[in-house]
């Protein structure tokens, strides 16, 4: 046996230490008597003579910490993961029917537009659905805009178009997903749009009133936070909702008080909350590169925002998923991103009503010279192509990052590190806090 | 040894509509 390259080992308070393996996510916790004996297995690669010592090494084998002498880790990785990306058992349509917005967020980076999506364009998507599904086991919806509840009907009418659809061919119809300001997600369109199929809704506050109220105004300039708050408290009984907090140097100092409102309103224990990065992608939002923070700087800011939460008793932190294949849509083949003009793009950040910047249409299967050449880039983007993340030892949680992140980059070696690059330890050791605290108090 | 995450089955057939803005999973079964 071999420790698994995927395997770290790192001592914490008191002795005792974690095990952890990005290769499955596994976490675990050893006391100061199982550390020392768990990090000689893990260098000496030796099994116990005695029977004492047998369950722990059986249990480095049965959570992949020890794998066999003959295992190539990143080749299994490298083949599921081709595997998976050319797979089009899921398709997966995110859907702008609008690219219309009521906000006017000085961070975005689309240039709105009015246009919405036709008639004609939703019966187009429809057998443009059909066309694909031939190949599918199931179907995945998620909608996106501009505001996409600007356009509730559209919705409805086709998740309706949908279900139907997948009922016909067979493929199961997934839990469906919408990306909104939250402004007009009042418990009536929460029901409305629960009955459509959609069970998941991702709302963002960008800090407590007045920060919010300066980053995600109203188009003429009025403050959103008060209705969004009053939204999420009653959507929240309705679909699972998923607050997004944008963070860049204006507002990570303010960024903890809104979890604290929203804890003292007894809204906390209903959602789920996560940071996110700010960056400046493309040129609508090329106005806030300056507040931005650098991939490293916003890694170690997370892991500091979530330490003074658990300080406060405030238990969440993010945890590392583990996807084993291209888990970015767009660089998986079954995946699309449809404008509301009936273009195809493979990223949600490069979503326009400019066909130019497009990888297809819906109307065609016939592609552009450009089309076909921007399709071709995302397919032939490979993070085990690239020297650093084909030696990374977090690959199997990152796997090489944000696709279009790491086409702009410019950088031959490595794709788009995720934070988990510059605060695993950390992260891990909060998380494990966090179990702690948890069972203290419960 | 005490286990504090299990380890994830993955769930490779349903990428993530974007790497950045959704980093999540999309909950089975109806809504709560």
């Not at chain 1, 925002?305 to 888990?327: A, E, N």
């Amino acid at each position: 046996m071999k420790q698994s390259r995927y395997c770290f080992l790192f001592g914490i308070e008191d002795g005792k230490g974690l095990v952890f393996s990005s290769a499955n996510g596994a976490l675990a916790e050893l006391d100061s008597e199982s550390y020392p004996q768990v990090k000689s297995f893990l260098s000496e690669c030796l099994p116990p003579k005695s029977g004492s010592n047998l369950e722990l090494w059986n249990a480095l084998i049965d959570n992949a910490f020890l794998v066999e002498d003959n295992t190539n880790e990143i080749v299994i990785l490298e083949t599921g993961s081709q595997l998976e990306r050319s797979k089009k058992s899921t398709l997966s349509l995110t859907i702008a029917p609008t690219l219309a917005c009521n906000f006017g967020c000085d961070y975005c980076f689309e240039n709105h537009s009015a246009t919405h999506m036709s008639k004609a364009t939703e019966e187009a998507l429809v057998l443009f659905a059909e066309r694909h599904i031939k190949d599918a086991k199931s179907l995945q919806t998620t909608w996106f805009g501009g505001e996409p509840t600007l356009c509730l009907p559209t919705i409805e009418r086709l998740q309706s178009e949908f279900t139907v659809l997948a009922d016909r061919s067979g493929v199961s119809f997934d839990p469906s997903s919408i990306i909104t300001n939250g402004y007009l997600l009042n418990s009536k369109m929460a029901m409305r749009l629960k009955h459509a199929g959609i069970v998941l809704a991702q709302v963002t506050l960008d800090g407590p009133k007045e920060v919010h109220d300066a980053r995600r105004p109203l188009k003429n300039g009025r403050g959103t936070f008060d209705r969004i708050l009053e939204n999420i408290s009653q959507a929240s009984e309705i679909l699972s909702i998923a607050v997004r907090i944008n963070v860049d140097r204006d507002n990570i100092d303010a960024s903890i008080q809104i979890i604290e409102d929203l804890k003292n309103r007894d809204i906390l224990p209903h959602i789920n909350v996560h940071f996110a990065q700010v960056t400046a992608s493309g040129s609508a939002c090329s106005s806030v590169r300056d507040r931005c923070f650098s991939d490293q700087e916003f890694s170690q800011r997370q892991a500091l925002l979530y330490k003074t939460l658990i300080d406060r008793d405030i238990y969440m932190v993010d945890y590392p998923q583990v996807f084993s294949g291209g888990h970015c849509g767009a660089v998986s083949e079954g995946s699309f991103v449809i404008s509301p003009t009936g273009d195809i793009f493979k990223c949600w950040e490069e979503l326009s009503v400019d066909s130019e910047k497009s990888t297809g249409s819906i109307l065609t299967d016939t592609m552009t010279s450009t089309q076909r050449d921007k399709a071709k880039r995302y397919k032939s983007w490979d993070p085990f192509e690239l020297k650093e993340c084909r030696s990374c030892e977090i690959l199997p949680v990152c796997m090489g990052g944000c696709p279009v992140q790491g086409l702009q980059n410019g950088d031959p070696d490595k794709g788009a590190c995720s934070p988990f690059k510059y605060s695993l330890k950390e992260m891990l050791v909060l998380r494990y806090l966090c179990n702690q605290r948890k069972e203290v108090t419960t | 040894m005490k286990l504090i995450e299990q380890p994830q089955k993955s769930n490779p057939q349903k990428p993530c509509p974007c790497y950045k803005r959704l980093f999540l999973i999309i909950p089975p079964g109806p809504a709560k």
